[in-house]
């Protein structure tokens, strides 16, 4: 089959009320232009030409690389936006695709049979459509008495007998290229000075070329983002449609409706998500882990058996049976080894801490490596910053930290050392030594220790 796809990506999108171009507007983190080029190259293996405003780099940007652009420098609706990729694509003959960027429900599935429909057509053109009590502010599919499609009547100017109609015109078309191209200089000038793509579907009815139809596959593709009321709803049905996927994959939810994954999430069997927890970007979750409440996770890997209460994980790597909780913020870098515990209040960043470390509550570790088994007390702070650069703290294996210890880098305490609650160490502290004061200073080795 040989098909291509024009994508409309060119309205201001005025009714968000926006200084952003809607197409450049997120839902489940990513553009909504790039939901219309991933499901056309998918369903076409053609590259999708996109019709841009006359300034959109933002908007080719998030397009991707794998498309082609033409420019609409004057927006004078979508028959005229067709029209600016005829130069481009009128050689390529087979079946031309047309789509708004703004539908980003419309799956590849449904694009690729859209183009089958009319590659099987005798008839100039095929119609997406759908049959819904919510007419969604879409045109009505007119037909006659012989149940043929006449024509598309825009809401607006439908009489109570059109608007009772059901059958709706969702604006994704398969046109017969050759046909296409013949007939795009003959649309009308509207009243609103612009061209409409759908009296292409008049001409052809008046032409008795046959017009098939196509119905979604699911309601969810008919939803159009035109406001930020419609990408809300957006939001909740594509939340619905993730989670329950991962919860048909073996992940418990316990309040669905407060649970946020993206696409890009992993999560293992027999984790528990507890309510207001919100995994954005590419995560990865082990098994048996237990998320939540009330947090935050954002490109981090997790490991099996992990705890995170009530905290925000951000550019972090936590190994298996680790604990985080309440009220930590894992920062990015922040790497924690197996069975790691760090209380309440707790910020670990650009650091590593190898297994088995604990760390009390109300502490702060930035730039720092700390060993195997130490432990770390409350409101233990490593003072990184020297008003210039960050400077690294070590902690040898097994060491213990005593509560409200300033650790002012750079600086090297020892395997099994100690420093004394409250005190301010400038200076490193050798093996097994103990520190104690303001500024804190070695007062003997650890008894059995050499």
């Known amino acids: 089959m040989k098909a291509n796809a024009i994508i409309l990506a060119a309205g201001l999108g005025t009714r968000m009320k926006s200084s952003i171009p809607k197409v450049l507007h997120e839902l489940g983190g990513k553009p909504l232009i790039a939901w219309s080029v991933e499901a056309c190259a998918q369903a076409l293996a053609s590259t999708p030409t996109v019709v841009v405003g006359p300034q959109a780099p933002g908007v080719r940007e998030a397009a991707g690389d794998d498309c082609d652009f033409v420019v609409q420098e004057e927006r004078l609706g979508t ?45 100039p053109l095929t119609l997406l459509v759908a049959v819904s009590d919510d007419p969604r502010g879409f045109g009505r599919i007119k037909r006659d008495s012989e149940g043929r499609v006449a024509a598309i009547v825009e809401q607006a100017h439908a009489s109570e007998e059109e608007l009772a109609i059901r059958e709706l015109n969702v604006g994704v078309y398969a046109f017969d290229a050759d046909w296409l191209w013949a007939h795009i200089d003959d649309l009308p000038l509207s009243p609103k000075g612009e061209y409409y793509l759908t009296d292409l579907v008049s001409m052809a009815a008046d032409e008795g070329g046959k017009i098939e139809t196509v119905q979604v596959l699911h309601q969810d593709e ?42 890009d999430a992993e999560i293992g069997r027999d984790t528990v998500i507890f309510p207001n927890t919100h995994i954005i970007g590419e995560v990865r979750v082990g098994q048996d882990c237990k998320l939540g409440p009330n947090t935050t996770i954002r490109d981090s890997k997790i490991g099996d058996g992990c705890t995170v209460a009530a905290s925000v994980v951000e550019g972090a790597v936590l190994e298996e049976q680790v604990e985080i909780g309440p009220f930590g913020h894992l920062r990015k870098g922040a790497h924690l080894g197996r069975g790691v515990h760090m209380g309440n209040y707790g910020e670990v960043k650009n650091s590593r801490l190898e297994a088995g470390v604990k760390i009390g509550h109300f502490s702060y570790i930035g730039d720092a490596h ?79 220790r050499d």
């Open 370 to 448: 700390i060993g195997e088994n130490v432990n770390i007390g409350a409101g233990t702070i490593t003072c990184n910053f020297d008003g210039e650069r960050k400077n690294k703290t070590e902690i040898g294996a097994e060491a213990f930290i005593g509560s409200d210890t300033m650790l002012v880098a750079p600086l090297r305490i020892g395997k099994g050392a100690r420093t004394g609650a409250g005190s301010v160490v400038t200076k490193d502290v050798p093996d097994y030594g103990l520190a104690v004061g303001v500024p804190a200073r070695v007062i003997r080795k650890l008894e059995g």
């Open 79 to 123: 028959g005229h936006a067709v029209l600016q990729a005829r130069d481009a694509l009128r050689d390529q003959g087979g079946v031309v695709i047309v789509a708004n960027a703004d539908l980003p429900f419309i799956s590849s599935e449904t694009f690729r049979s859209l183009a089958a429909r009319q590659e099987g057509n005798p008839g």
């Open 222 to 263: 008919i939803i159009g983002i035109n406001t930020r009321v419609h990408l809300a709803e957006a939001e909740g049905a594509l939340r619905q449609r993730v989670n329950r996927r991962w919860m048909e994959s073996g992940v418990t939810m316990l309040d669905p409706a407060t649970t946020y994954i993206s696409l």
